[in-house]
Nanobody, 124 residues
Framework: QVQLVESGGGLVQPGGSLRLSCAASGRTFTNYGMGWFRQAPGKEREFVAFISRSGGSTVYADAVKGRFTISRDNAKNTVDLQMNSLKPEDTAVYYC?????????????????WGQGTQVTVSS
């Protein structure tokens, strides 16, 4: 089992930036692909970004491509999401998730472990 704890959320103005971080503990971190998802009020949880076990492969949702960057540090057991040019529609609770198969990408059911989420609010 792996435990995930997100941090770095907050309130930011449109056009601003935030960096989310997810710290993992428990099983070997490099056994897992890692993903970020988000859920806005009244909406279903949606895929944001994925990074492979080695960090050599990434996948992004079209809505965030070119604005968000996912990265991981396997020495520190962390995965980050750098979010730039934020828009009000990016407002959501952001969740970090661990994928035991290593290749789930945007496939939600493939993620076996989830963090508690961190709130991101983009508003002037």
């Amino acid at each position: 089992q792996v435990q995930l704890v997100e941090s770095g959320g907050g309130l930011v103005q449109p056009g601003g930036s935030l960096r989310l971080s997810c710290a993992a503990s428990g099983r070997t971190f490099t056994n897992y692909g890692m993903g970020w998802f988000r859920q806005a009020p009244g909406k279903e949880r949606e895929f944001v970004a994925f990074i492979s076990r080695s960090g050599g492969s990434t996948v992004y949702a079209d809505a965030v491509k070119g604005r968000f960057t996912i990265s991981r540090d396997n020495a520190k057991n962390t995965v980050d999401l750098q979010m730039n040019s934020l828009k009000p529609e990016d407002t959501a609770v952001y969740y970090c998730a661990a994928d035991p198969s290593g290749h789930s990408g945007s496939y939600y059911p493939g993620y076996g472990y989830w963090g508690q989420g961190t709130q991101v609010t983009v508003s002037s």
